[in-house]
C-alpha cells in the first residue's frame, strides 16, 4: 500500500507568533500529554524525542528536566545556530510500541512553539506511509484530543481532518464533486475560539457545542469520517466553508 492509497487522520491547529519560554512550553507540553493519556489506553505511554541525543525519553523521566529539553530542541538558523526567535520543536511519540514510526497504531503530537512568526501543533495516527489502524480512528479520540490541545495551546481554530494525496481532484464519495483544497482539507470537527465565534450560530445540519471558553466545536458526523460516504463527504464541505468563513482562510485549488 503507498501513501495514495488510504486516509490519513490528524488534527491541526496554528497560532501567530508568541514569544515563549522553554519552561512554558515544556509545561504545556507535559500537560497536553497527560491530559491525553485519559482519553484511550493507545495514548498511555509517552517518549519525549530530544534533537541532541536523537533518544526518546520517557515521560516521566521527562517531567524533571523538561526545560532543558526543550532547550535542546531550538529551531537552528541556516547556519546550524541556535534560533530561539523562531521557537522550539518538540515532538511526544507513544512509547510502548516497537519502532513506533513505523506501527499503524503510532501517535504522535508535534509543537512548534516559541516562535515570534508562527506557531502550530499536530497531533496524528500512523504516518504519511503507514495506514492507521482504523479501530483507534474514533470519534471520542480525536474529539477529545482536539479539545485537549485546544485547552493547553493558544489556538485560533483546529480541525480534525482528514486527507489523501490529490484530494481536490477527484471524490471517493458516489456523487459528490471534489472538495477544494484548503488548510481544514476533509474536514471532520472543527474549534472555533471566543473571538471567531462572536455572532457564530450553528447550522442545525452539523453537530455542534459550546466549549468551556465561549469557543465551538463543530462536527460533521459523530463517527469515524468516510471520505466514500456522500452524505459525510456534503457535512464535511459544510463544516470546511464555515471555517473558511470564520478564520478568512481562502480556498485554493492545486495542481
Known sequence: MTANDFYRYFIRCAWPGRAESPASIGRKFIQ???DLRKIDPVLGEWGIGDNRTYTGIPLEDSRYNIESIVENNVILDDYGDPSPDEGYHLIGINSRLENPLVN???VSFKVDAGSKWRNEAEFRIGDFDIAADPSILTYHLFKNALSVITTHWPCPWATASAFKSEYWKSSSAPGIPPMPYSKFHLAWIGYLSAPLAVGFTPP???LSERTPDEGWLISAV???L??????HMTRSRQLVELMIERTGEISTRRG
Open 222 to 224: 459523530d463517527t469515524r
Open 226 to 231: 468516510d471520505p466514500t460516504d456522500p452524505q
Open 32 to 34: 497536553t500529554l497527560d
Open 204 to 206: 442545525p445540519s452539523l
Open 104 to 106: 499503524s497504531r503510532s
